[in-house]
């Protein structure tokens, strides 16, 4: 156990924990481990975390210098912590954010859908991350990616088909790109609207494989 460790289980029960500070410091250092051990001291003590906490511990994920398969053990571990109505995109999307890219890494795509479906309430960070997982892993997973992107409609006050985040879109089309099919199936699948974002798209990942 580090030192900072003990000072915090030393901590005086009467007191108030800044559980948050904490967190921020071994976000900023990268202190991974550190930072979930403190995290079950939180919730073992019936601390409800915040948006805000579970940010600092994504943070410490994102820095970390750990394997992926420890950044996964970490992660899934956070989650079986969480309360049902915690489960949401809104207090634990870093968490699921960093997750579905950590099990990218790993080429796991099925684990990253996993995840991806058990949210509650999806944000657009979290629906970049799968469609950046349909196009980093091996084989390219372009046709979930299509599939993902026609279903998804998240943007806040976005309405109808084909309104979403450029960086998602992005995402789609490189997978569909690696695979020469976004001529084909990219333009009549997405039913993407303002078709300017997406060709502009196809040219930054373009332009990306030429350098």
């Given at each position: 156990?580090?030192?900072?460790m003990?000072?915090?289980?030393?901590?005086p029960?009467?007191?108030?924990?800044?559980?948050t500070?904490?967190?921020s410091?071994?976000?900023?250092?990268?202190?991974?481990?550190?930072a979930?051990?403190l995290?079950r001291?939180m919730?073992?003590?019936?601390?409800?975390p915040?948006a805000?906490?579970?940010?600092?511990?994504?943070?410490?994920s994102?820095k970390?210098t750990?394997?992926?398969?420890?950044?996964v053990?970490?992660?899934e571990g956070?989650?079986?912590?969480?309360?049902d109505y915690?489960?949401n995109?809104?207090?634990?999307g870093?968490i699921?954010?960093?997750?579905?890219?950590?099990?990218?890494?790993?080429n796991?795509?099925d684990?990253?859908?996993r995840?991806?479906?058990?949210?509650?309430?999806?944000?657009?960070q979290?629906l970049?991350?799968m469609?950046?997982?349909?196009?980093?892993?091996?084989p390219v997973r372009?046709?979930?990616?299509?599939?993902?992107?026609?279903?998804?409609?998240?943007v806040?006050?976005?309405?109808?088909?084909?309104k979403?985040?450029?960086?998602?879109l992005?995402?789609?089309?490189?997978?569909?790109?690696?695979?020469?099919?976004?001529?084909?199936?990219?333009?009549s699948?997405?039913?993407y609207?303002n078709?300017?974002?997406?060709?502009?798209?196809?040219?930054?990942?373009?332009?990306?494989?030429r350098?």
């Open positions: 156990m580090t030192y900072k003990k000072v915090l289980v030393k901590y029960s009467h007191f108030r924990f800044p559980w500070s904490v967190l410091i071994f976000g900023a250092q990268g202190k991974l481990e550190e979930c051990s995290f001291l919730k073992r003590d019936e601390v409800g915040t805000v906490t579970l940010q600092k511990l994504a943070l410490a994102q970390s750990c394997p992926p398969e420890t950044v053990e970490c992660l956070v989650l079986d912590q969480l309360k915690e489960r995109a809104m207090i634990s870093p699921y954010n960093r997750l579905i890219r950590a099990y990218g890494k790993l796991d795509f684990n990253s859908l995840i991806f479906e058990s949210i509650d309430r999806m944000n657009a979290i970049s991350s469609l950046f997982v349909c196009s980093a892993v091996t372009w046709q979930d990616a299509i599939i993902i992107l026609h279903t998804s409609d998240i806040a006050g976005a309405a109808g088909r084909g979403i985040e450029y960086s998602a992005s995402y789609a089309v490189i997978a569909c790109s690696k695979e020469n099919q976004w001529k084909v199936r990219a333009l699948l997405f039913g609207k078709m300017s974002t997406l060709f502009s798209a196809v040219s930054i990942h373009e332009f990306n494989r350098a």
